[in-house]
């Protein structure tokens, strides 16, 4: 379903939520017609809803996210669902700490992790990954085998893979457009901050949230744990505990089993598998009701 309806772009991004899943909250919790906002898009699995019925505003901090969400909307259009009328899409970018509009029937989010970027705190460093692994400075043992790709040669008539943010190239085999970007730390990135500064944030994002949903409005969050420091951290109940404070009350939590874990989970479970929290194979799904006449 992601090949036929996002382009080659959108899988470039490192955290992309189930489609299925998302079917299903926007079928539950949703009525076609309304409007619904995504503060914290990627690349855009909350269109989805539009393909549904629903109106999607859809807000997204990054560029280079922001467009390749324009482009797989442009190609969904092309793809209608039997018996549902096409909703309409407004695609922007923006910070979900002050989001440029006004009122929404519901929102249906997926917020980042604590401090862990996009694969959810398992390693924060290179270090991380290193004790993972078992590096050692001054390895010198041989390697038993080397397995690899060698890089095209970036070549003008587009036949290289080009390596630059924001410049694509043509897969050898597909001829699709590949793009590649760099791994830096965007500082103004939620998913980048650690401790107070990510709650801080966090609740600004929400007391928006707030702010933008209709009285008696439905918001619903996609949320999953994560470790660090060999801890268990419980990342869905403490954003329920803060949403609660907010004007906000919880009416539904149900959890889903993931098919398959993420390469640094799986990682992480061979390093330790004494250590795995089984809690890291579920995601919760978290439905809150604003308050407030309506």
């Not at 694509?168 to 650690?194: A, M």
């Not at 951290?233 to 939590?253: A, H, K, W």
Request: with cysteine; charged share 25%; proline share 6%.
């Amino acid at each position: 379903m992601r090949r036929r309806l996002f382009v080659p772009e959108a899988m470039q991004h490192p955290a992309k939520g189930h489609l299925g899943l998302w079917e299903a909250i926007i079928d539950q919790y949703t009525q076609p017609g309304e409007w619904i906002l995504d503060p914290m898009a990627g690349i855009g699995g909350t269109l989805m809803g539009a393909l549904m019925g629903r109106n999607v505003v859809a807000v997204e901090l990054e560029e280079h996210f922001v467009q390749p969400m324009k482009a797989s909307w442009a190609k969904m259009r092309a793809k209608p669902m039997l018996g549902c009328e096409m909703g309409c899409v407004v695609i922007l970018r923006g910070d979900a700490r002050a989001l440029p509009l006004g009122r929404v029937d519901g929102i249906v989010t997926s917020p980042p992790y604590e401090g862990g970027g996009h694969h959810g705190g398992a390693f924060d460093t290179w270090g991380g990954v290193q004790e993972a692994i078992g590096w050692k400075g001054g390895y010198t043992r041989p390697v038993d085998a080397v397995v690899t790709s060698p890089p095209y040669q970036n070549r003008e008539d587009g036949g290289g893979l080009i390596a630059e943010k924001g410049e694509g190239g043509f897969h050898p085999y597909t001829r699709e457009p590949t793009v590649y970007w760099h791994t830096q730390r965007d500082q103004t990135n939620i998913g980048n901050l650690r401790g107070d500064r990510y709650w801080a944030a966090m609740e600004q994002v929400y007391g928006e949230c707030h702010r933008v949903l209709k009285p008696q409005g439905v918001m619903v969050l996609v949320v999953k744990g994560f470790t660090r420091d060999k801890q268990y951290i419980d990342l869905p109940d403490q954003t329920r505990e803060m949403v609660d404070g907010l004007g906000f009350s919880l009416i539904d939590r149900w959890e889903r089993e993931l098919w398959s874990l993420s390469f640094w989970r799986r990682l992480q479970q061979k390093r330790d598998p004494e250590a795995f929290d089984e809690r890291l194979r579920y995601e919760s799904v978290l439905a809150f009701r604003r308050g407030g006449a309506g």
